[in-house]
């Protein structure tokens, strides 16, 4: 069993910078993969970033085109940490964001909620205007 737990989000101003954190425990990942997903009121879950890594150095990273050149999802291996790094936010990206894990991995996972096994409870990002 693994557990998720996000931390890092909060209240800002447009513009501002985030750093989101998920932690993984109870079991490690020599291969896997991890995302962010997001969900605003009345809105369905979106696929944000994912990182996937095959146990040596490659990585696998996606992005939604609204965040691209925005955001950066990046892995702490030793920490079993994913973080997604947040800048120019916008008000459009208020959510509530969630971290998701699966031992699945390539360049073509991680963009869809069923790609992942596991999820975190979710961290609110509030974006004013």
């Known amino acids: 069993q693994v557990q998720l737990v996000e931390s890092g989000g909060g209240l800002v101003q447009a513009g501002d910078s985030l750093r989101l954190s998920c932690a993984a425990s109870g079991r490690p990942f020599s291969s896997g993969g991890m995302g962010w997903f997001r969900q605003a009121p009345g809105k369905e879950r979106d696929f944000v970033a994912s990182?996937?890594?095959?146990?040596?150095?490659?990585?696998?990273?996606n992005y939604a085109d609204s965040v691209k050149g925005r955001f950066t999802i990046s892995r702490d291996s030793a920490n079993s940490t994913v973080y997604l790094q947040m800048n120019s936010l916008k008000p459009d990206d208020t959510a509530v964001y969630y971290c998701?894990?699966?031992?699945?991995?390539?360049?073509?996972?991680?963009?869809?909620?069923?790609?992942?096994?596991?999820w975190g409870q979710g961290t609110q990002v509030t974006v004013s205007s």
């Open positions: 998701g894990a699966s031992t699945a991995m390539g360049p073509g996972w991680g963009t869809l909620p069923y790609d992942y096994n596991y």
């Open positions: 990182i996937s890594w095959s146990g040596g150095s490659t990585y696998y990273l």
